[in-house]
């Protein structure tokens, strides 16, 4: 029994309404082809039941005269030919279910490629990866017992009992109240069952987010729970979870089980039957019906417990859709990042980057930046230093349009940065963070992920400028070997390949956000030595979290609470005895006022 998300019923059906309109009317075609392709495979029945009144008539000759009644072998004919056609008419309507679901598959896979390709590139850092993959993976696929399945079987049963409502109704209604009568008692004992443990359903679902979070955070701390020996604290947390989990599922299916099984047992082919036969017997010892008539209710009445029962499963599965396509919608809504209006720019290509006036706060309340101006000139390093959460990472962000600004604006060769397009952007600004994403591709793709055009001489070459390259091939697939699969590469040598990229984009500006971090002490000076050549002529920002490494920028700006305190060289800076003056005079950096909330 799988867990139903509690959803807003007119939000969810809003959500599946819109997501299924490009099929919508395709969908009640193939319901309406397996409706009647339902009924047309239900009338040899009824031609079975009058062939049969036929051969038991004495009036008509009895059993040896069928073969010579006139019409007899034109409704065997037609009967057949409707078995055969209501046959086709149902294989119709599923293959079309199934190729509209197909086809809403990748509309919907594809709407969320592209809305991603629009939404800023600072959605991303703020999410995990798996929250993307289950909308576009799971999400889409539950869909499909919706788009393939359901329609279909909901044209089906109405075919069924439209066919059964009418025929049986038409031969003795007495019998036919009593045949039909067990369908719509299922359906009220399941709604009641639904309705008694939907009451339990919060707790269900809490106890079940309980275990899920349990086993995260065993699985995300084992290095900590392992090396510090508190495996049975760790493992107390994940069973409370589970005892919880356990009472509320006992809760939440005590009142279904019993009910549903009662309701299932109801529309078994064998129960209603049995109601017919017991119900015939008494009308026909009543004289209200012929024995005879009673074989309509005999054939028929049971062939309506198959598609009914697919019906109820398929009703539940739809719970399961209803919560998917809501995750969907969601992810479809979100906010784009505002394009240029204005035609492609001409951007020189030594060009000043500027920040005016801006401000920013994640969460439209709290500023992590204030009032930032700066101007960074071509051909200059600024470095930007400050504590831990100042907000440096955040104003390269900002400069590498991960979002915009929310008061303020950039600027780059005199152009509002949300006026150039991204691809643009990228072939002017490179950049190397903290958090180094590589693609699941071959080193030499990911360091030629800015230029697929670029030579293997020029991969190697940014490869050898960022210290990376005799790892590379040492490798035993040397550049075609995949990260994370022949590759496993350290944090530092990560960080290389990242820096080998940007060196390849050759980009006029180059954002650094503490570009070194993962390296260890001899391979950060060789870095530091590359990154300093390839600095030359550009364009340059870095932040860094020590003093000597920025000493020689042509501007250092220090940041703290968001807003700039401090600006110059470093000369400057000294000579002005302020706060940056003091952490140098101190000396050792990483110890020091800055340092105090972290490492810079
Ligand atoms: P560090 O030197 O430790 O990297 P930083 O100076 O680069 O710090 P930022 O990463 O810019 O600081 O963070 C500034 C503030 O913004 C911090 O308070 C941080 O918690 C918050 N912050 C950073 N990223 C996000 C985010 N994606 N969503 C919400 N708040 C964020």
């Known amino acids: 029994m799988s867990a139903a998300p509690a959803t807003d019923p007119p939000v969810a059906e809003g959500a599946i309404s819109q997501l299924l309109r490009p099929i919508r009317g395709r969908l009640i075609v193939a319901a309406i082809l397996a409706g009647l392709g339902t009924a047309l495979t239900l009338l ?27 019409h007899v072998w034109p409704v065997i004919a037609g009967s057949l030919a409707c078995l055969m056609l209501g046959m086709i008419l149902v294989s119709l309507g599923e293959m079309l279910a199934h190729l509209l679901d197909n086809q809403i598959t990748s509309h919907l896979r594809l709407a969320i490629t592209r809305r991603l390709g629009k939404v800023p590139l600072g959605w991303f850092t703020a999410r995990a990866s798996g929250e993307v993959k289950q909308a576009m993976q799971d999400d889409v ?3 499909h017992s919706l788009t393939a399945h359901f329609y279909t079987t909901v044209g089906r049963s109405l075919g069924a009992v439209s066919f059964a409502t009418v025929y049986l109704f038409a031969t003795d209604w007495r019998m036919a109240v009593i045949s039909l009568l067990p369908f ?6 399941v709604s009641r069952a639904t309705r008694a443990s939907s009451a339990n359903m919060q707790a269900f679902g809490a106890g079940m987010a309980r275990i899920n979070n349990a086993v995260v955070e065993f699985v995300n701390g084992i290095t900590v729970v392992k090396s510090f020996g508190i495996e049975g604290k760790a493992q107390a947390n994940y069973r409370e979870a589970v005892d ?3 009472l509320a599922f006992e809760d939440f299916a005590r009142p279904l089980v019993s009910a549903m099984a009662n309701a299932h047992a109801l529309i078994t082919p064998v129960v209603v039957l049995g109601i017919v036969l017991a119900f015939g017997t008494l009308f026909t010892w009543l004289g209200w019906i012929e024995a005879i008539d009673l074989l309509p209710f005999v054939l028929v009445a049971p062939s309506l417990c198959a598609p009914l029962l697919l019906l109820s499963y398929i009703t539940h599965d739809l719970h399961n859709a209803t919560g998917a396509a809501l995750r969907i919608q969601q992810l479809l809504a979100t906010p784009e990042l505002a394009r240029p209006t204005a035609a492609a720019i001409d951007l020189p290509a030594r060009t000043e980057l500027q920040v ?19 101007t960074l000139r071509p051909g200059t390093v600024t470095a930007v230093v400050g504590p831990s959460g100042a907000g440096k990472s955040t104003l390269a962000r900002l400069l590498l349009r991960f979002f915009d600004p929310d008061t303020g604006r950039i600027t780059l060769g005199g152009v509002d940065l949300r006026q150039i397009d991204s691809t643009q952007l990228y072939r002017h600004i490179g950049f190397v963070l903290q958090d180094v994403r590589l693609i699941h591709a071959s080193l030499r793709d990911n ?19 960022a210290n990376v390259h005799e790892r590379i091939i040492a490798l035993p697939r040397g550049y075609d070997s995949v990260v994370g699969e022949d590759a496993q590469l350290s944090g530092g040598e990560l960080q290389r390949v990242s820096i080998a990229r940007a060196m390849l984009l050759d980009p006029a ?9 993962a390296a260890d002490a001899e391979n950060e000076v060789h870095i530091q030595q590359a990154l300093s050549r390839f600095a030359q002529g550009r364009t340059v920002l870095v932040i860094a979290h020590r003093l000597d490494t920025v000493m020689h920028a042509d501007h250092i700006i220090l940041i703290d609470h968001g807003s700039i305190q401090e600006q110059g060289t470093h000369a400057q800076l000294l000579a002005t005895g302020g706060r940056y003056a003091r952490l140098w005079q101190a000396g050792d950096y990483p110890n020091t006022e800055l340092a105090e909330h972290g490492r810079c």
């Not at 009824?46 to 051969?55: E, F, Q, R, V």
């Not at 719509?184 to 004992?189: A, D, I, R, Y």
Request: glycine share 8%.
């Open 141 to 143: 696929d539950t869909l």
């Open 356 to 374: 005016q006036n801006l401000s920013y706060s994640y969460d439209g309340e709290t500023p992590v930046l204030s009032n930032i101006d700066l």
């Open 509 to 517: 500006v180059l954002v650094l956000d503490e570009a070194t971090a």
């Open 244 to 246: 919880g989990f356990a």
């Open 447 to 465: 360091i030629a992920l800015g230029r697929a055009s670029a030579s293997l001489d020029e991969i190697e070459q940014a490869a050898r400028l």
């Open 184 to 189: 719509p008692l299922f359906f009220l004992f």
């Open 44 to 70: 040899p029945l009824a031609a079975i039941a009058y062939l049969a009144g036929l051969a038991l008539d004495p009036a008509d000759g009895g059993v040896w005269a069928l073969g010579s009644t006139a």
